[in-house]
């Protein structure tokens, strides 16, 4: 029976030493270190905001020129892109037929004058025979009557005379100001209507940038604010004012259209009608709260996220943005952390949360 004891002591000493080594081991503690400029504390502040305008220079004098007599077009004196000047004769209409009416129009007047003429010579003469008896006073009236209706006659060649020459003027296409041939909509020897649409012209001088902002934005904005609008293609920015805000949102884009005039005339070819321009407003935000760099936020299954450093434990935290300040480099937390959090703001490859941590100075 001894033995047996030392052989069952012996065995279990030998499958102890054999088994030893399978022996499950302490797992090793991982410390992820970072540097002190590797981590950040929220601070309260109040930041700066921007509204940024993206829109187009339009112009704010054009004008649809129209053939104001129908007629066969006979001259074209002008072509797209041209400048002209106010009053310059642009297209010309086929006026013979006017003109072939022009005799008619005088011989009609002439003839209307030497009636009424005569028709008051002839009433002043029976007023006289009145006063001496000779005619009755029916007689005077009927004179009365006659002089008022070669007067009118008179009256109704000179207006027909005057529609006739202004017929004739209207057959010139003149340009209503200084300004530059946008599009032209009709071709030689074509035959016109009154009212039909000829040239379209826009004065490249007098222009404004329209932009579309949102609502939220617009409440930033109010007339008489000077932006700076760089333009595409222009070097330098040009000034400008805010000159008025729409009343209501564009239906279509939901948006505030703003209206911002060139605070200097245009004397260069190269800020025209259709440029794109982007111009910046930055106001100070009234109220302080917590910020952190926009770096530090993360965007993960459409959530902000923040790694935060609670006793040495790594922790993913979820945030509530607000508005970022004017360089965008710092944004406002609206819920989430305190104040005293440690939060990581670079590096962030490798992480996961309850990893333990070491911030080195």
């Known amino acids: 029976m001894l033995l047996t004891l030392v052989l069952v002591i012996g065995g279990g000493a030998f499958y102890a030493l054999k088994h030893r080594d399978k022996a499950p081991q302490q797992a090793e503690v991982i410390v992820k270190v970072f540097q002190a400029n590797e981590v950040t504390r929220p601070q309260l502040k109040a930041l700066s905001g921007q509204v940024d305008m993206s829109g187009v220079l339009i112009a704010t004098e054009l004008a649809t ?4 007599v129908a007629g066969a077009l006979m001259r074209l ?4 892109g041209q400048l002209v000047q106010k009053g310059q004769v642009l297209a010309e209409l086929d006026v013979r037929d006017l003109i072939s009416r022009t005799d008619e129009r005088q011989a009609a007047v002439v003839a209307a004058q030497r009636n009424h003429q005569l028709s008051l010579v002839q009433h002043k003469a029976n007023e006289d025979l009145v006063r001496q008896s000779f005619i009755s006073e029916t007689a005077l009236a009927a004179s009365q009557a006659n002089l008022a209706s070669q007067l009118a006659q008179l009256k109704a060649a000179e207006t027909a005379q005057l529609a006739h020459s202004k017929q004739l003027a ?6 209503p100001f200084d300004g530059v041939v946008a599009r032209r909509m009709v071709t030689l020897g074509e035959k016109l209507s009154i009212d039909q649409e000829v040239f ?3 004065n490249p001088r007098r222009l404004e940038f329209k932009t579309m902002v949102d609502s939220a934005a617009g409440q930033f904005l109010k007339p008489g604010l000077q932006v700076q609008i760089q333009f595409e293609a222009v070097a330098t920015p040009v000034q400008g004012r805010i000159d008025r805000i729409g009343p209501g949102n564009d239906l279509g884009t939901r948006a505030l259209p703003v209206y911002v005039s060139l605070a200097e005339p245009v004397t260069t070819s190269s800020i025209r009608p ?5 111009a910046h407003h930055v106001y100070a935000l009234a109220q302080e709260g917590l910020t952190l760099p926009v770096a530090a936020v993360q965007e993960e299954g459409g959530k902000s996220i923040v790694w935060v450093i609670h006793d040495g434990i790594l922790k993913r935290q979820t945030v509530s943005l607000g508005l970022k300040d004017a360089a965008g480099s710092h944004v406002y937390i609206l819920d989430g952390i305190k104040a005293s959090d440690t939060v990581l703001a ?6 996961k949360e309850g990893l333990r941590v070491e911030v080195k100075p």
């Open 77 to 80: 004196n002008v072509a797209e």
């Open 65 to 68: 020129v129209r053939s104001k």
């Open 274 to 278: 259709g440029l794109m321009g982007l």
């Open 346 to 351: 670079l590096r962030f490859e490798g992480l």
């Open 170 to 175: 209207d057959a010139a296409i003149t340009a």
């Open 200 to 202: 379209h012209l826009v």
